[in-house]
């Protein structure tokens, strides 16, 4: 062993250790351990050898310029300074608070950030705003004092709708409380060049972070777009990244692949989810409960393309190995010493009965730094198995182009267009799909007569999300998991679709959607626009009908009225009494 293998060595054993329960699949991902040992596969990676993913010469180009994730742990190390000062300009300047506005990639690690850390000493408290939905955009701006809240606008293309609207909107209330000095309450993170740069300029920003252009969002946590919120908020980013950089050694192009500890979990989820293990279940403590939403972005828009991909699962209430098909990976993120004895124990019984466990323990939240990037090689490690590119997500246009033409009704017209009647209308709530029968209660049962085993469900609410929804939804999918043993996923919209939509429309055509929306009674106009943010919520919500049901997927639309939670109660009500029985295979 030379000195660069033993460096890596020792670095791989200072990481949070992870335990891969593989049972049967354990000789299928030694092989292709091997296989990839014998192609010298980890120097390859390193040196952005793009054929390690596809043969198509512009998806490698495509490849090629967006691996800079790999080093801007190391390369933000020399950024500490210049954004710990920027965090002491802000203290010092009076700002009592921190509202981070974007969507996908540009806000789910703020996200994990805010959730699993506390506020640390010096910080400010933060909130994160990526919905359209105007009660959480209402909900947000009475929780803050605006003239002392700075607002970070952050998007990498600077051309997202949402982040745009967000910065539009926030910036015109501060200019009718502060005039031409609104500028000095916002800072946008975005990439050199964008369109974005000039109108921040023009608007006075009090400042603008240049992000990486080959930095992809999803790759994008421990660069800029992480790590100005996390120094804001008190987190001693010094050692979240120094962390980071040590898993970063640990997954280098040296030393034994058994021993590279993201190289080692990409195989795993790579092989089993050929081997049709393809539910990537995460179950963590509750104090992790939103590092699922950056997973899920991460994995399923980097795998879920091409009729392939890895769903990831998040939030799904653990139940016994009944309940479950042979299509999971169970795998557990939560702390050494902290023991969480009821998902323990249920873990130990699914390893039992033959379902893949794997378990990593951190030792604090900072170790999060490392999880980063143990994920992200694992994800373009899977990706190369599967043989895709992980950097792109040729779906999501998809339902943004259906989004744009019914803007462009809305500003010509004044409202969306109907496009569909409903197959049954009870109590208010209206039921839209492609099954037919008479009541309620049997058109949602005979749409999930149509699950089969390996099928998933969807959830997306395009709602504001509040503690008693989620406990809905949660029942929802219980009784889903319990009844159809088949995957639940749940998604805020239109948070997700900067995410799990990509797997949506480009993963396999195994899902049944099922898609809440509201009217908005209580709506919120966008300055200078011909509309408000209600109606942009529920165009995107048509939008990716639209482009759900051009890629054939089967889709359920249940809308509540204009009182969720009490459509909520009668939709649930419906599926009460009998229970759900889904096809045979
Ligand atoms: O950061 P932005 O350019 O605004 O992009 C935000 C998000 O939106 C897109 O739709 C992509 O699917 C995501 O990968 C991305 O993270």
Same mark, same amino acid.
């Given at each position: 062993?030379?000195?660069?293998?033993?460096?890596?060595?020792?670095?791989?054993?200072?990481?949070?250790?992870?335990?891969?329960?593989?049972?049967?699949?354990?000789?299928?991902?030694?092989?292709?351990? !091997?296989?990839?040992?014998?192609?010298?596969?980890?120097?390859?990676?390193?040196?952005?050898?793009?054929?390690?993913?596809?043969?198509?010469?512009?998806?490698? !180009?495509?490849?090629?310029?967006?691996?800079?994730?790999?080093?801007?742990?190391?390369?933000?190390?020399?950024?500490?300074?210049?954004?710990?000062?920027?965090?002491?300009?802000?203290?010092?300047?009076?700002?009592?608070?921190?509202?981070?506005?974007?969507?996908?990639?540009?806000?789910?690690?703020?996200?994990?950030?805010?959730?699993?850390?506390?506020?640390?000493?010096?910080?400010?408290?933060?909130?994160?705003?990526?919905?359209?939905?105007?009660?959480?955009?209402?909900?947000?701006?009475?929780?803050?004092?605006?003239?002392?809240?700075? #607002?970070?606008?952050?998007?990498?293309?600077?051309?997202?709708?949402?982040?745009?609207?967000?910065?539009?909107?926030?910036?015109?209330?501060? !200019?009718?409380?502060?005039?031409?000095?609104?500028?000095?309450? #916002?800072?946008?993170?975005?990439?050199?060049?964008?369109?974005?740069?000039?109108? +921040?300029?023009?608007?006075?920003?009090?400042?603008?972070?240049?992000? #990486?252009?080959?930095?992809?969002?999803?790759?994008?946590?421990?660069?800029?777009?992480?790590?100005?919120?996390?120094?804001?908020?008190?987190?001693?980013?010094?050692?979240?990244?120094?962390?980071?950089?040590?898993?970063?050694?640990?997954?280098?192009?040296?030393?034994?692949?058994?021993?590279? %500890?993201?190289?080692?979990?990409?195989?795993?989820?790579?092989?089993?989810?050929?081997?049709?293990?393809?539910?990537? /279940?995460?179950?963590?403590?509750?104090?992790?409960?939103?590092?699922?939403?950056?997973?899920?972005?991460?994995?399923?828009?980097?795998?879920?393309?091409?009729?392939?991909?890895?769903?990831?699962?998040?939030?799904?209430?653990?139940?016994?190995?009944?309940?479950?098909?042979?299509?999971?990976?169970?795998?557990?993120?939560?702390?050494?010493?902290? %023991?969480?004895?009821?998902?323990?124990?249920?873990?130990?019984?699914?390893?039992?009965?033959?379902?893949?466990?794997?378990?990593?323990?951190?030792?604090?939240?900072?170790?999060?730094?490392?999880?980063?990037?143990?994920?992200?090689?694992?994800?373009?490690?899977?990706?190369?198995?599967?043989?895709?590119?992980?950097?792109?997500?040729?779906?999501?246009? +998809?339902?943004?182009?259906? /989004?744009?033409?019914?803007?462009?009704?809305?500003?010509?017209?004044?409202?969306?267009?109907? /496009?569909?009647?409903?197959?049954? /209308?009870?109590?208010?709530?209206?039921?839209?799909?492609?099954?037919?029968?008479?009541?309620?209660?049997?058109?949602?049962?005979?749409?999930?007569?149509?699950?089969?085993?390996?099928?998933?469900?969807?959830?997306?609410?395009?709602?504001?999300?509040?503690?008693?929804l989620n406990e809905d939804l949660q029942r929802l999918r219980q009784q889903v998991v319990d009844q159809l043993h088949i995957a639940t996923t749940s998604g805020y919209g239109p948070r997700f679709l900067h995410s799990t939509g990509q797997?949506?429309?480009?993963?396999?055509?195994?899902?049944?959607?099922?898609?809440?929306?509201v009217d908005h009674p209580q709506d919120i106009q966008l300055p200078g626009r011909s509309y408000s943010f209600g109606t942009f919520q529920n165009a995107q919500a048509a939008g990716d009908l639209q482009a759900l049901h051009d890629y054939?997927?089967?889709?359920?639309?249940?809308?509540?009225?204009?009182?969720?939670?009490?459509?909520?109660?009668?939709?649930?009500?419906?599926?009460?009494?009998? %229970?759900?029985?889904?096809? !045979?295979?």
């Open positions: 062993m030379d000195a660069q293998d033993k460096k890596q060595l020792d670095s791989a054993d200072k990481v949070a250790p992870a335990t891969l329960q593989l049972g049967k699949y354990q000789s299928a991902i030694n092989a292709k351990l !091997q296989e990839f040992d014998a192609r010298d596969f980890t120097k390859g990676f390193w040196q952005k050898e793009a054929s390690l993913w596809v043969q198509d010469e512009a998806a490698q !180009q495509s490849v090629r310029s967006f691996m800079g994730w790999l080093r801007v742990a190391e390369t933000m190390v020399a950024a500490v300074p210049e954004i710990e000062q920027f965090a002491q300009e802000v203290n010092a300047a009076g700002f009592k608070h921190v509202v981070v506005m974007g969507m996908g990639g540009s806000t789910m690690a703020p996200i994990v950030f805010e959730k699993s850390f506390p506020q640390g000493e010096g910080g400010l408290p933060m909130s994160i705003l990526d919905t359209t939905n105007p009660g959480t955009v209402r909900e947000i701006e009475k929780s803050v004092p605006l003239t002392e809240t700075l #607002f970070i606008v952050a998007s990498k293309s600077g051309t997202t709708a949402e982040p745009l609207a967000f910065g539009d909107y926030f910036y015109h209330r501060l !200019q009718e409380l502060k005039g031409d000095k609104a500028g000095e309450n #916002f800072v946008a993170i975005t990439d050199p060049g964008s369109k974005f740069v000039t109108a +921040a300029t023009e608007q006075g920003y009090r400042r603008i972070f240049l992000n #990486f252009a080959e930095v992809g969002g999803r790759f994008s946590a421990l660069s800029y777009f992480g790590l100005v919120p996390a120094a804001l908020y008190g987190i001693n980013i010094r050692e979240l990244l120094d962390r980071a950089v040590e898993m970063m050694r640990a997954c280098g192009a040296y030393g034994p692949v058994n021993h590279n %500890p993201g190289l080692e979990l990409g195989v795993a989820l790579g092989v089993l989810a050929q081997e049709g293990r393809d539910k990537l /279940t995460l179950v963590v403590p509750q104090s992790l409960s939103d590092l699922g939403l950056w997973l899920e972005q991460l994995i399923a828009e980097s795998t879920g393309k091409e009729g392939k991909g890895i769903l990831p699962v998040a939030g799904e209430p653990l139940g016994a190995p009944a309940v479950y098909g042979q299509d999971r990976v169970f795998v557990y993120v939560g702390y050494q010493g902290k %023991p969480d004895e009821a998902n323990q124990q249920k873990l130990a019984a699914l390893e039992q009965a033959g379902h893949p466990v794997i378990t990593i323990l951190m030792a604090d939240p900072l170790d999060l730094g490392q999880e980063f990037f143990r994920w992200e090689v694992a994800t373009a490690v899977a990706s190369a198995v599967m043989q895709i590119n992980p950097f792109d997500q040729p779906n999501v246009q +998809a339902a943004k182009t259906a /989004t744009d033409s019914l803007m462009k009704v809305v500003e010509k017209e004044g409202k969306l267009p109907q /496009t569909e009647e409903p197959k049954v /209308t009870e109590d208010g709530v209206s039921y839209y799909t492609a099954v037919q029968a008479n009541t309620a209660a049997d058109l949602v049962r005979a749409f999930f007569a149509q699950a089969k085993p390996g099928d998933f469900l969807n959830i997306q609410a395009y709602l504001t999300e509040s503690p008693e797997y949506h429309k480009g993963g396999p055509n195994t899902g049944l959607f099922v898609q809440f929306t054939s997927r089967r889709t359920l639309r249940i809308h509540l009225g204009d009182n969720a939670e009490q459509g909520m109660r009668t939709v649930l009500a419906s599926l009460q009494g009998a %229970p759900l029985v889904g096809a !045979q295979a």
